[in-house]
Protein backbone atom coordinates (compact mmCIF):
# COMPACT_ATOMS: atom_id res chain seq x y z
CA UNK A 1 0.00 0.00 0.00
CA UNK A 2 2.61 2.38 1.00
CA UNK A 3 4.39 1.92 -2.49
CA UNK A 4 1.43 2.19 -4.45
CA UNK A 5 0.75 5.74 -2.92
CA UNK A 6 4.31 6.88 -3.35
CA UNK A 7 4.24 5.69 -7.11
CA UNK A 8 0.54 7.57 -7.29
CA UNK A 9 2.50 10.54 -5.53
CA UNK A 10 5.16 10.83 -8.29
CA UNK A 11 2.92 10.46 -11.38
CA UNK A 12 2.37 13.99 -13.47
CA UNK A 13 -0.05 16.27 -12.14
CA UNK A 14 -2.27 18.67 -13.69
CA UNK A 15 -1.24 21.04 -10.13
CA UNK A 16 2.42 20.21 -9.74
CA UNK A 17 4.02 19.31 -6.02
CA UNK A 18 6.34 21.73 -4.67
CA UNK A 19 9.68 21.06 -5.89
CA UNK A 20 12.21 19.05 -4.09
CA UNK A 21 15.73 20.11 -3.68
CA UNK A 22 18.64 18.02 -3.13
CA UNK A 23 22.25 19.47 -1.73
CA UNK A 24 24.91 17.37 -2.21
CA UNK A 25 28.52 17.58 -1.40
CA UNK A 26 31.16 17.04 -3.65
CA UNK A 27 34.32 15.15 -3.11
CA UNK A 28 36.15 17.67 -1.74
CA UNK A 29 34.12 20.39 -0.14
CA UNK A 30 35.49 22.86 1.78
CA UNK A 31 34.04 25.06 4.42
CA UNK A 32 32.87 27.30 2.86
CA UNK A 33 30.50 25.52 0.10
CA UNK A 34 29.43 23.19 3.20
CA UNK A 35 28.06 26.13 5.27
CA UNK A 36 27.07 27.88 1.85
CA UNK A 37 24.93 24.80 0.47
CA UNK A 38 23.52 24.46 4.76
CA UNK A 39 22.08 27.86 4.43
CA UNK A 40 20.50 27.30 1.04
CA UNK A 41 18.93 24.32 2.17
CA UNK A 42 17.61 26.35 5.77
CA UNK A 43 15.81 28.58 3.39
CA UNK A 44 14.32 25.77 1.11
CA UNK A 45 13.21 24.03 3.84
CA UNK A 46 10.52 22.30 4.13
CA UNK A 47 10.72 21.30 0.33
CA UNK A 48 15.08 19.78 0.67
CA UNK A 49 17.27 17.31 1.99
CA UNK A 50 21.20 17.62 2.15
CA UNK A 51 23.14 14.61 1.97
CA UNK A 52 25.61 14.86 4.90
CA UNK A 53 28.49 12.03 3.05
CA UNK A 54 30.66 13.44 0.58
CA UNK A 55 29.91 12.20 -3.33
CA UNK A 56 32.41 12.04 -6.16
CA UNK A 57 30.17 13.73 -8.92
CA UNK A 58 31.06 15.76 -12.17
CA UNK A 59 27.77 16.98 -13.43
CA UNK A 60 29.26 18.52 -16.62
CA UNK A 61 30.78 14.71 -17.37
CA UNK A 62 28.56 11.98 -16.11
CA UNK A 63 24.89 13.10 -14.97
CA UNK A 64 24.12 9.47 -14.08
CA UNK A 65 24.92 9.66 -10.43
CA UNK A 66 22.20 12.90 -10.79
CA UNK A 67 19.60 11.03 -12.43
CA UNK A 68 19.46 7.75 -9.80
CA UNK A 69 19.29 10.51 -6.92
CA UNK A 70 16.54 12.14 -8.42
CA UNK A 71 14.67 9.22 -9.16
CA UNK A 72 15.33 8.00 -5.29
CA UNK A 73 14.34 11.00 -3.63
CA UNK A 74 11.67 12.78 -6.02
CA UNK A 75 13.71 15.61 -6.37
CA UNK A 76 13.69 17.96 -9.42
CA UNK A 77 17.08 20.31 -8.00
CA UNK A 78 20.12 20.00 -7.05
CA UNK A 79 23.21 22.20 -5.34
CA UNK A 80 26.79 20.70 -5.38
CA UNK A 81 30.58 21.61 -5.92
CA UNK A 82 33.22 21.23 -8.29
CA UNK A 83 36.82 19.65 -7.17
CA UNK A 84 38.82 21.62 -10.20
CA UNK A 85 37.24 25.12 -9.26
CA UNK A 86 37.00 26.19 -5.42
CA UNK A 87 33.86 27.71 -3.43
CA UNK A 88 32.23 26.47 -6.68
CA UNK A 89 28.36 25.42 -6.56
CA UNK A 90 25.91 23.84 -9.58
CA UNK A 91 22.66 24.43 -9.63
CA UNK A 92 21.11 21.44 -11.62
CA UNK A 93 17.17 21.46 -12.68
CA UNK A 94 16.02 17.80 -13.82
CA UNK A 95 13.04 17.18 -16.04
CA UNK A 96 11.40 13.81 -16.12
CA UNK A 97 14.37 12.55 -14.07
CA UNK A 98 17.20 13.74 -16.20
CA UNK A 99 18.99 16.41 -16.62
CA UNK A 100 17.67 19.60 -18.06
CA UNK A 101 19.88 22.99 -17.61
CA UNK A 102 23.19 23.24 -14.96
CA UNK A 103 24.42 26.76 -14.30
CA UNK A 104 27.86 26.89 -12.23
CA UNK A 105 28.50 29.67 -9.98
CA UNK A 106 31.25 30.87 -8.05
CA UNK A 107 31.45 31.81 -4.40
CA UNK A 108 33.84 35.13 -3.88
CA UNK A 109 32.02 36.63 -0.58
CA UNK A 110 29.84 34.65 1.59
CA UNK A 111 28.16 36.09 4.66
CA UNK A 112 26.33 32.99 6.51
CA UNK A 113 22.97 32.64 8.16
CA UNK A 114 24.79 33.11 11.46
CA UNK A 115 27.00 35.94 10.66
CA UNK A 116 23.55 38.22 10.93
CA UNK A 117 22.61 38.53 14.41
CA UNK A 118 18.84 39.55 13.01
CA UNK A 119 15.72 37.49 13.33
CA UNK A 120 15.09 34.66 10.91
CA UNK A 121 11.81 33.98 8.33
CA UNK A 122 9.59 31.07 9.67
CA UNK A 123 9.98 28.31 7.90
CA UNK A 124 7.61 27.51 4.43
CA UNK A 125 6.96 31.21 3.72
CA UNK A 126 7.13 32.48 0.85
CA UNK A 127 10.01 34.86 -0.48
CA UNK A 128 9.50 37.88 -2.21
CA UNK A 129 12.26 38.13 -5.20
CA UNK A 130 13.73 41.39 -6.40
CA UNK A 131 15.90 41.50 -9.62
CA UNK A 132 18.00 44.48 -9.88
CA UNK A 133 19.54 45.15 -13.59
CA UNK A 134 18.60 45.39 -17.08
CA UNK A 135 21.01 42.43 -17.93
CA UNK A 136 18.36 40.26 -16.18
CA UNK A 137 16.48 40.98 -19.40
CA UNK A 138 19.17 41.35 -21.78
CA UNK A 139 21.90 38.38 -21.58
CA UNK A 140 21.16 34.78 -21.71
CA UNK A 141 22.97 33.48 -19.05
CA UNK A 142 21.15 36.21 -16.62
CA UNK A 143 17.41 35.04 -17.90
CA UNK A 144 18.43 31.55 -17.21
CA UNK A 145 19.51 32.47 -13.90
CA UNK A 146 16.40 34.15 -12.88
CA UNK A 147 14.34 31.28 -14.62
CA UNK A 148 16.46 29.08 -12.46
CA UNK A 149 16.28 30.89 -8.95
CA UNK A 150 12.24 31.75 -9.21
CA UNK A 151 11.85 27.98 -10.45
CA UNK A 152 14.45 26.78 -7.14
CA UNK A 153 12.36 29.09 -4.41
CA UNK A 154 8.81 28.07 -6.27
CA UNK A 155 6.25 27.11 -3.43
CA UNK A 156 2.85 25.46 -3.38
CA UNK A 157 0.27 27.59 -5.80
CA UNK A 158 -1.30 30.63 -4.32
CA UNK A 159 -4.13 32.76 -5.64
CA UNK A 160 -3.54 35.45 -3.70
CA UNK A 161 -1.11 36.60 -0.93
CA UNK A 162 -1.36 38.51 2.33
CA UNK A 163 1.21 40.98 1.97
CA UNK A 164 1.15 41.23 6.07
CA UNK A 165 2.48 38.23 6.04
CA UNK A 166 5.42 38.55 3.69
CA UNK A 167 8.65 38.06 6.02
CA UNK A 168 11.74 38.16 3.79
CA UNK A 169 13.13 39.42 0.65
CA UNK A 170 15.45 37.42 -1.58
CA UNK A 171 17.46 40.25 -3.56
CA UNK A 172 19.38 39.33 -6.80
CA UNK A 173 21.86 42.26 -8.10
CA UNK A 174 23.16 42.13 -11.46
CA UNK A 175 24.65 45.81 -10.81
CA UNK A 176 26.14 47.30 -7.27
CA UNK A 177 23.29 49.05 -5.66
CA UNK A 178 23.19 50.55 -1.96
CA UNK A 179 20.84 48.51 0.62
CA UNK A 180 17.76 49.90 1.20
CA UNK A 181 17.75 51.35 4.72
CA UNK A 182 14.03 49.87 5.28
CA UNK A 183 15.50 46.57 4.61
CA UNK A 184 16.95 44.30 7.63
CA UNK A 185 19.70 41.63 6.30
CA UNK A 186 18.78 38.24 7.52
CA UNK A 187 21.58 36.49 5.28
CA UNK A 188 22.94 34.25 3.62
CA UNK A 189 24.89 37.13 1.20
CA UNK A 190 26.31 35.65 -1.24
CA UNK A 191 28.70 37.51 -4.48
CA UNK A 192 28.52 34.72 -7.75
CA UNK A 193 30.57 35.04 -10.91
CA UNK A 194 29.56 32.88 -13.58
CA UNK A 195 31.65 30.11 -14.60
CA UNK A 196 30.30 27.04 -17.16
CA UNK A 197 26.20 26.35 -17.59
CA UNK A 198 24.51 24.03 -20.15
CA UNK A 199 21.23 25.10 -21.41
CA UNK A 200 18.74 22.73 -22.62
CA UNK A 201 17.50 23.13 -26.57
CA UNK A 202 14.22 24.26 -27.76
CA UNK A 203 12.18 21.27 -28.09
CA UNK A 204 12.93 19.85 -24.68
CA UNK A 205 12.38 22.67 -23.21
CA UNK A 206 8.88 23.29 -24.84
CA UNK A 207 7.92 19.63 -23.86
CA UNK A 208 9.46 21.13 -20.12
CA UNK A 209 7.68 24.00 -19.77
CA UNK A 210 4.07 22.96 -21.61
CA UNK A 211 1.18 23.83 -20.01
CA UNK A 212 -1.64 21.49 -19.16
CA UNK A 213 -4.79 21.66 -21.17
CA UNK A 214 -6.93 22.17 -17.58
CA UNK A 215 -4.89 25.25 -16.80
CA UNK A 216 -4.67 27.10 -19.83
CA UNK A 217 -7.30 30.26 -19.97
CA UNK A 218 -9.99 29.97 -21.82
CA UNK A 219 -10.35 32.73 -24.95
CA UNK A 220 -13.80 34.79 -24.15
CA UNK A 221 -14.89 36.93 -27.15
CA UNK A 222 -14.06 40.66 -26.82
CA UNK A 223 -12.41 40.37 -23.36
CA UNK A 224 -8.55 40.54 -23.51
CA UNK A 225 -5.91 41.58 -21.07
CA UNK A 226 -3.73 45.04 -20.84
CA UNK A 227 -0.04 44.86 -19.86
CA UNK A 228 -0.67 45.93 -16.38
CA UNK A 229 -3.62 42.82 -16.27
CA UNK A 230 -6.54 44.78 -16.74
CA UNK A 231 -9.64 43.72 -18.05
CA UNK A 232 -10.57 44.84 -21.41
CA UNK A 233 -14.13 44.04 -22.77
CA UNK A 234 -15.30 45.25 -26.23
CA UNK A 235 -18.88 45.78 -26.91
CA UNK A 236 -20.60 45.63 -29.84
CA UNK A 237 -23.52 47.71 -30.83
CA UNK A 238 -25.36 48.00 -34.13
CA UNK A 239 -25.07 51.07 -36.44
CA UNK A 240 -27.21 53.89 -35.37
CA UNK A 241 -28.97 56.76 -37.64
CA UNK A 242 -28.35 60.33 -35.53
CA UNK A 243 -30.12 61.87 -38.06
CA UNK A 244 -33.26 59.77 -36.47
CA UNK A 245 -32.34 60.28 -32.99
CA UNK A 246 -34.63 61.99 -30.04
CA UNK A 247 -33.25 64.59 -28.01
CA UNK A 248 -34.56 66.39 -25.52
CA UNK A 249 -35.33 69.53 -26.31
CA UNK A 250 -34.84 72.73 -23.96
CA UNK A 251 -36.87 76.24 -23.79
CA UNK A 252 -34.04 78.27 -23.30
CA UNK A 253 -31.47 77.22 -26.31
CA UNK A 254 -34.92 78.23 -28.42
CA UNK A 255 -34.75 81.52 -26.68
CA UNK A 256 -30.90 81.62 -27.17
CA UNK A 257 -31.40 80.98 -30.39
CA UNK A 258 -34.20 83.46 -31.44
CA UNK A 259 -31.87 86.20 -29.83
CA UNK A 260 -29.20 85.58 -31.70
CA UNK A 261 -31.16 85.30 -35.31
CA UNK A 262 -32.56 88.97 -34.21
CA UNK A 263 -28.98 90.39 -33.38
CA UNK A 264 -27.37 89.06 -36.76
Known sequence: MLRTIALKNREPKVEENPKQAIFIRGSSTNQIVNNALSDLCSIKKPYSIIFSKKNTIHPFDDQSSLEFFSQKNDASLFGTNSKKRPNNLVFIRMFDYQVLDMIELGIENFKSLHDFKTAKSSIEMKPLFIFNGELFEQREEYKKLKNMLLDFFRDEAVESVNLKGLEYIISVTAEPIANPTYFEEMGPSFDFVFRRNRFAGEDIMKEATKIPKELKAKNVKNVSHNDIGDKMGRILM???????????????????????????
Open 238 to 264: KKQNFDTLQTKKIKALKKSLKKIMMIE
